[in-house]
């Protein structure tokens, strides 16, 4: 027979592990100086590696770059319905993207490489495969956000599913006037990004669903989160 005493128990630990969870997701999407520097970094890192064809510092971009956490609370502010959690998570999503860009095509105007190899993105013709990635890692990543699993898992998602590399060869690419290579990595970066947000989406909803938190608490720690860095 069910304890009432441990229901409850159960229940204000599940309400604290969703209030944390949120309230930490508005953090570090929010942008931040943080955000811009480590985004800018991130992506000067990749631009070197693409132009270098060097995987180990495309690599160490994806570890330093912080515009999955915007995709995970976009994913979450579609789940919960909140309009305002959508339209911060837009915001950072939207500039970091710009930002990331305008860094790429700077760095490779400044140094000018004779050409890209385009065997550096050979492996992600597979482009169905990469969906499944996608889709899988976005579970994984609002799965252990909300379950407080590892730190670690974070960085490993970003990994898995690049964001900032392809951001950067579009950015590389733009000075260079490759048309068919642009293409090809727009889409591919498309599919990440769908698959991120569609995976952390349907994750949510489960987590809501069997925790039976209305939106109404949602909206309440999104909102928290946002007076305490700033309106968007």
Known sequence: MPNPFTNYLEKTREK??????IELLVTESTLTPKFIILTI???LLAALGVMMNNTPILIGSMVVAPLLIPVLSLSVGLGAGSVKLIGHSLKSLSIGFALSLLTAAYAAWLFKPAGIDPTLYASYANQDLYSIVAFASGI???YSWFRSISSAVIPAVAIAVSLVPPLAFL????PLNEQKLLIDTLELLSVNLIGILLGGLFTFLIIRLLQRSPNSEVDKEVEKGIEKNGKP
């Not at 604290?16 to 969870?21: C, F, H």
């Not at 950015?171 to 733009?174: A, E, H, N, R």
């Open 16 to 21: 604290k592990e969703l209030k944390t969870a």
């Open 41 to 43: 970094i991130s992506s």
């Open 140 to 142: 994984l990543a609002v």
């Open 171 to 174: 950015g590389v690419l733009i």
